[in-house]
């Protein structure tokens, strides 16, 4: 098993681009998760997804939009990218409602909005 | 090397001391909490996990203590090896809860 893969591993976009970053998992989870981590500000929720057909904001939504494909793939997409969403974004997984409530991380993207 | 360093509380320890690194949850509610380790340039991955009914878990070399009078958390890490330099975060949550609130972490570095 794979658990949590993201695409792109690196991206560097100028100012007012658009991209969407790619998530996906393969251990049947309910639960799928965005966050953005910034230097000293530990990691932030963007936007998650606690089970197919569900989309809910998290700590930080603005100026991200996302999608919950299929039980496996979520995505994340930033319509006119701007230098605040610098960041290390990484994509996160949960088998929701089955007790304690771990998350499985993924190696993360790394954007640069120039 | 990782950016995600910058500006968290370091804890410099040698190899084979034991290490303590401490957390303040935010929510007197939580009732399950989590430790992660972050290795430079990959995802955090999980170390150890408790619930509120419990104030003490162990793993392998890993011990986390709870205390709820505080809001206070501890990873306990013995015979500290250079593989353990990581930066350290906690996270809460409430059962039934799907999203995870995380601390700021802590860098543990680690000289042979």
């Known amino acids: 098993n794979a658990g949590v893969t993201q695409t792109p591993k690196f991206q560097v976009l100028k100012t007012g681009q658009s991209m969407t970053l790619q998530c996906a998992q393969d251990m049947n989870h309910n639960s799928m998760y965005w966050y953005r981590q910034d230097p000293g500000m530990g990691l932030r929720l963007i936007y998650y997804?606690?089970?197919?057909?569900?989309?809910d904001k998290g700590e930080v939504p603005n100026g991200y939009n996302v999608s919950r494909l299929n039980k496996r793939e979520f995505s994340l997409r930033l319509e006119s990218a701007a230098p605040s969403q610098t960041s290390v974004y990484f994509c996160?997984?949960?088998?929701?409602?089955?007790?304690?409530?771990?998350?499985?991380f993924g190696p993360g993207t790394r954007l640069t909005v120039l | 090397g990782e950016s995600v360093g910058l500006h968290l509380p370091t804890l410099s320890v040698q190899e084979g001391d034991n290490s303590i690194i401490n957390c303040a949850y935010s929510n007197s509610a939580s009732d399950y909490f989590i430790w992660y380790k972050q290795e430079s340039g990959k995802g955090p991955q999980f170390i150890i996990d408790i619930r509120s009914n419990m104030d003490k878990r162990q793993g392998q070399r890993v011990t986390v203590l709870l205390n709820k009078t505080v809001k206070h958390l501890s990873l306990q890490i013995a015979a500290t090896q250079p593989g353990d330099s990581a930066v350290y975060f906690c996270?809460?949550?409430?059962?039934?809860?799907?999203?995870?609130?995380f601390g700021k972490g802590t860098m543990l570095l680690v000289s042979p």
């Open positions: 997804s606690a089970s197919e057909g569900t989309t």
């Open positions: 996160a997984s949960s088998e929701r409602g089955q007790g304690p409530n771990e998350q499985f």
């Open positions: 996270a809460e949550t409430l059962s039934g809860y799907s999203t995870l609130t």
